[in-house]
């Protein structure tokens, strides 16, 4: 008995993949609907501090846990990137923050409200691979975060932002892994709490401490293959000094000015962001 000849040639498959074959070929695709593109996309690793928060508030917002559990009713609420000092408290006595990375309160009636605002500063830490962290560009941001919360806000935190570069996935994982791949943070999260784990702890009465981590899957854009997780490590106290004089005039500065850069006016899109130029 002559067996027929198999029209595509006899490949190992790996679990987790699937196998299609193409019409016309000989050969048989492992993909499991996940295949990478051979494509420019934008990578989140070459993205600058400033960038890469913007794009964190963009679908699918991982920002948004972060903000709600602060007490910030996303996406009923406002916020303002990249604010300089000296718009908010023109005669500042402390050489930082230069700016405040993040700065949001809720919506109520269709208003902004100042009745409860909270400020973030970022810290980007950048991954090549799990063994190689680079150093931050800026500074850890506690002595920034520290001034920060003498500005009279609510709830000061210092967020930690962890991107890896993509990496291509070691031999025997089908493409379909790339995302879970590529979002193992869990080194860098833990360099990054050991790095200010000492200030951190002299710091507690005035601000908080949290990671947000974002693996972008090889050659997939960041927006559409997932692969982020966050964590606020340390709740920032609510309203940390507030019967100190310092703080009570800086906030009384600090309402006017946000309450002449927002203007009061009725909103229709949520959540209300307004950046600096």
Known sequence: MVSKKLPFERQ???IYQSATLKPGTNKMTFDFGASAQNRQV???YDMKESELVEKALDHPAPLAPILQELGIHYPNCWIM???PTRKLIKEWNYGKPGDVDLISGNIKDGRFSLDYVV?????VRKVKIPEELKS???????SQTYNTALMGFDRTLLLHFIVREPQPLPE???PSWS????SYLVNAIKACAGAIKEQLEKGRELFGYGWLGWGQAYNEEYK???GFSSEILSIPPLSPMKDNYGVRKAREFLNQSLTCLLKRQPVDSLPYIWKTM
């Open 12 to 14: 190992p498959l790996t």
């Open 42 to 44: 934008e990578l989140l």
């Open 81 to 83: 990137l990249n604010v």
């Open 119 to 123: 400020a973030l500063q970022v810290k």
């Open 136 to 142: 931050f560009s800026s500074g850890r941001g506690i």
């Open 172 to 174: 025997g994982f089908a």
């Open 179 to 182: 995302p879970i791949f590529n």
């Open 224 to 226: 559409i293959c997932g």
